[in-house]
């Protein structure tokens, strides 16, 4: 039989049902200062976790649809506050889990401590990148929503977790970053603040051009684009004397770092046409050959 007593002889119902009631109420796994654990009490801790999963998700949606829709709260603090909302109601429920199977809270603060001794020692990546998650939630450096520059990469910050940062460049590219990183390297954020940038847009004209021409296109170009701002007012400088042409940097500033790329795309084109229109020359690169006598130009053609 597949069911027998000490005996040998077969289990009936009520000898099957008064096994399976001690293994899951009686028979101890392990012991915590004392405390013997069995399948019942992680059967319950687990429970009160889940339970605590479920109300952070029922809490923050509620949140989100009835409180933060009406209050107009910018996207980055909503993802900061639901987070720490979220790890709040976690910690509760880990919290009640342990005090319904009697585990003392010493014992646990205990048991991170011997967690603490092997992480300092094999796991301080995890903690650096936890402890700067935490910071990042709290002081908000960083926010959801954020257009960064981390190693010469653009990107918007999609989500920020304890461990690390996910970032989204224009290509649709997914970048998973250390959020140590994000704290101790230099970080560009052109949102931090206030979210408007200017644009430096170099341009090149012929040695002979009207520059007080080629300067006034430069503004009146900038100036009819819709989305360039009109305060700061764009405006023109001239750079140097090139090698090969007279260089101008046209200045000039837009709203958010989001639409860069293609204003800056949009204001070469416009400008390439008025230059066109008005006979100003933007040069291809030029040298000058000087010949020392006629035997230089002698083999110079035969070559």
Excluded at 258 to 279: G, M, W
Aim: charged fraction near 25%; charge should be neutral; include cysteine.
């Amino acid at each position: 039989m597949l069911y027998e007593n000490r005996k040998g002889a077969p289990m009936d119902s009520q000898e099957l049902w008064e096994k399976i009631d001690y293994y899951f109420k009686e028979f101890v796994l392990f012991k915590i200062q004392d405390v013997g654990i069995t399948i019942s009490h992680l059967v319950v801790a687990a429970v009160a976790v889940l339970c605590s999963l479920v109300a952070s998700r029922l809490i923050r949606s509620a949140l989100q649809k009835h409180l933060f829709s009406k209050l107009d709260v910018d996207q980055g603090l909503q993802y900061a506050l639901l987070r720490f909302i979220h790890y709040v109601i976690v910690i509760i429920g880990f919290y009640i889990g342990l005090k319904t199977v009697n585990i003392p809270l010493g014992a646990i603060i205990g048991l991170f401590a011997v967690i603490g001794v092997g992480i300092g020692f094999g796991l301080q990546n995890l903690t650096s990148n936890f402890i700067s998650g935490v910071i990042l939630l709290l002081e908000r450096p960083v926010k959801v929503g954020d257009r960064l520059e981390v190693n010469e990469v653009w990107g918007d910050v999609k989500r920020i977790s304890l461990r690390t940062t996910l970032i989204e460049t224009p290509d649709n590219i997914a970048i998973i970053v250390p959020n140590s990183k994000l704290l101790e390297n230099e970080v560009i954020n052109y949102s931090y603040g206030d979210p408007k940038i200017r644009l430096r847009i170099p341009v090149g004209i012929a040695y002979g051009s009207d520059c007080e021409k080629a300067t006034q296109i430069l503004i009146n170009v900038a100036k009819r684009h819709e989305r360039v701002l009109n305060n700061p007012a764009p405006k023109v400088w001239f750079r140097e004397f090139g090698d090969s042409s007279l260089n101008f940097l046209l200045l000039c500033w837009i709203p958010t770092s989001t639409i860069k790329f293609d204003v800056v795309s949009e204001l070469n084109y416009a400008i390439d046409r008025e230059f066109r229109d008005n006979q100003i020359e933007i040069p291809f690169p030029q040298r000058d050959l000087h010949l020392r006598s006629a035997e230089d130009v002698i083999r110079f053609r035969r070559e």
